[in-house]
Every structure is written in C-alpha cells, then in structure tokens.
C-alpha cells in the first residue's frame, strides 16, 4: 500500500473515532425527562440560569449485606449502596434549600418499572452515609446512599425534590 493511501486514512480514523466519542459520551434525556449519565462522571447539579451548585460523582452501585446489629432486611430483596463523591460550589450557601436526600434516588429495571426506592435505614454504620443535611460551601463529601431494590442490575435516578422544575435529575446504568 501507498504511503499516500495510508495517510489518507488517518484523517478517517481520526472522524470516525471522534464521532463514536460524542455519541458515547452525550447525554440522552430519558422518557422521564432525566439525563443520562455515566458512572464515575462528573455532573452539574445547578437550575438554568444559576450558578453550580455543586458537582456529583456516582462512583459504584453495589448490593451490600447489612452490618449494623438489628438491622431490619430489605422490603424489595437487596440493599444497594449508591457511592457518591459531592463537591458543593464556592456559590453555593447552605441556605439555598438544596440538599440531597435518600428519598431523592430510586432504581428502575430496563423497561422503566421502578425496582426500589432510596431509604435511611441502620443497616451500615453511620459514618458509610452521604450526609442528608445542608452542606457547607466550597466543601467535599463522600459516602453512600442505601436503596431498597428488588434488582441489583438496572438504573438509578436522581430526581431532586428541592430545585426547580426545570431540574429533572439524572440516571445511570448499574
């Protein structure tokens, strides 16, 4: 093969490649109206036309087996502890009204039927939790929500209760 015909596929390569990246890497809006995101990547939690308020990274959906004595066991058949890594914002101010909550996250199966629902509960020790509270600005937070699933495979969504209507959440493949 011709050095020129090789070369000549290089740019090629190069579009094809870029296109499979932006069409991996955009974000689809589901029948529900949230947006598709993607494990261990970084997403905006802000209503149009405001500042970030923070930014979330869902690092694992993983069953886990309670620890805590007493715990009580899931309704729908498994605990799933959803990893969440939360960074609030420097605009962000604890009297701003959100914060996320275990009620904001449930789990759906592949045909959109919901599978279970985020719950606070005393299944594992209580340093493992994401904070259900306000938060302070410009500050790091790392820890679990526990979610009563019928399914330890689907999708989990996060759907804020406190921001806007024009803040219909996110969901990601597990």
């Known amino acids: 093969m011709s050095y020129v015909r090789r070369w000549a596929r290089f740019p090629v390569a190069l579009a094809a490649a870029g296109l ?11 029948p529900d109206g949230t947006t598709a995101a993607r494990l261990g990547r970084q997403i905006e939690i802000r209503s149009s036309g405001s500042p970030t308020l923070a930014t979330l ?45 275990a009620g904001d996250f449930a789990t759906e199966d592949k045909d959109g039927k919901a599978t279970g629902k985020g719950v606070v509960t005393s299944c594992l ?27 330890v495979h689907g999708t ?9 209507n024009d803040v219909t959440g996110w969901h990601w493949d597990y």
């Open 156 to 164: 989990l969504t996060y759907k804020p209760h406190n921001l806007p």
């Open 57 to 101: 990274w869902l690092d694992s959906v993983v069953a886990v087996d309670c620890t805590e004595p007493g715990s009580l066991p899931p309704n729908n058949g498994h605990y799933l502890a959803a990893t969440i890594v939360l960074q609030t914002s420097e605009q962000y101010q604890p009297d701003s009204g959100w914060w996320m909550s």
């Open 125 to 151: 020790p209580e340093h493992r939790y994401l904070p259900d509270d306000f938060y302070l600005s410009d500050s790091g937070y790392y820890g679990v929500v526990l979610i009563d699933s019928s399914s």
């Open 20 to 30: 499979l990246l932006a069409a991996c890497s955009s974000e689809r809006s589901s």
